[in-house]
C-alpha cells in the first residue's frame, strides 16, 4: 500500500481538480467504477514539483466493505518531466497499479495506512493521491536516450570537464594507488 501525506487534502486551484472527488458517503451501490484522462490541465492544476505535463489514463474502482472502501487504481500513460541530464523535457512512460483504504469519520485524516474522510460532507478528493501515485511511477533517473538530449547542453558540460583542474590532493591519492597496484 502506498503512504500518501496529509498534503493530499491541499490540491489548488479547486475549481480545475473538482472532477477527482469520490462521494463515499453517497454511494448506492456496493461497488463502483470511475475513470478519468488526466491531462496537461490536470498537473498543472496540481502544481506538483515532479511532472509538468502529461496524458493518463486511470481506472479506479470503490469497494465498500463492512467498516472501510477499498479504492484500487491502474493508471497508464505519458508524463513530461525534466531530463537529469540536460534539463529538457522528456516523455516517461508509466504504467502501474495501487490501492488505498478509506473510512468515514468525524475528520480528515490520513495515518499513512488508512485515510479518513469527514462524514460531513463523506467526498475523498483524489486529486493529490492520483498526482502522487504517478510521480512514484518516475524512475530515480530518468533521461533521454542517447544522443537524444539538447546538444547545447551537454557541449557545455562536456567543455566544463575537460576545463577541470584536478583537485592536487586526488593526484597524490592516485600515486598511491599505482603504488600499490604493482
Not at 451501490?29 to 496540481?46: P, Q, Y
Not at 513530461?80 to 490501492?99: A, F, H, K, T
Not at 536516450?145 to 576545463?163: F, S, Y
Request: some cysteine; glycine content about 6%.
Amino acid at each position: 500500500m502506498v503512504n500518501f501525506s496529509k498534503k493530499s487534502y491541499l490540491c489548488t486551484p479547486m475549481d480545475r481538480v473538482d472532477g477527482y472527488k469520490v462521494d463515499l458517503k453517497g454511494m448506492t451501490e456496493d461497488a463502483v467504477s470511475h475513470r478519468w484522462h488526466l491531462t496537461d490541465d490536470f498537473f498543472s492544476a496540481v502544481h506538483g514539483p515532479e511532472i509538468a505535463s502529461g496524458q493518463v489514463d486511470v481506472a479506479l474502482r470503490v469497494k465498500r466493505t463492512s467498516e472501510a472502501f477499498d479504492l484500487d487504481f491502474q493508471y497508464e500513460g505519458t508524463v513530461n518531466v525534466e531530463c537529469d541530464r540536460c534539463l529538457e523535457l522528456m516523455s516517461q512512460p508509466i504504467q502501474g497499479e495501487c490501492s488505498l483504504k478509506a473510512r468515514l469519520g468525524e475528520e480528515d485524516d490520513d495515518d499513512g495506512e488508512l485515510i479518513t474522510v469527514a462524514e460531513n460532507p463523506g467526498v475523498l478528493d483524489l486529486s493529490w493521491h492520483l498526482y502522487e501515485m504517478l510521480a512514484l511511477e518516475i524512475p530515480i533517473r530518468h533521461v533521454h536516450p542517447e544522443g537524444e538530449c539538447n546538444a547545447q547542453v551537454i557541449g557545455r558540460l562536456d567543455a566544463a570537464d575537460r576545463e577541470k583542474q584536478p583537485d592536487p590532493r586526488w593526484a597524490a591519492l592516485e600515486q598511491l594507488k599505482t603504488k600499490t597496484n604493482k
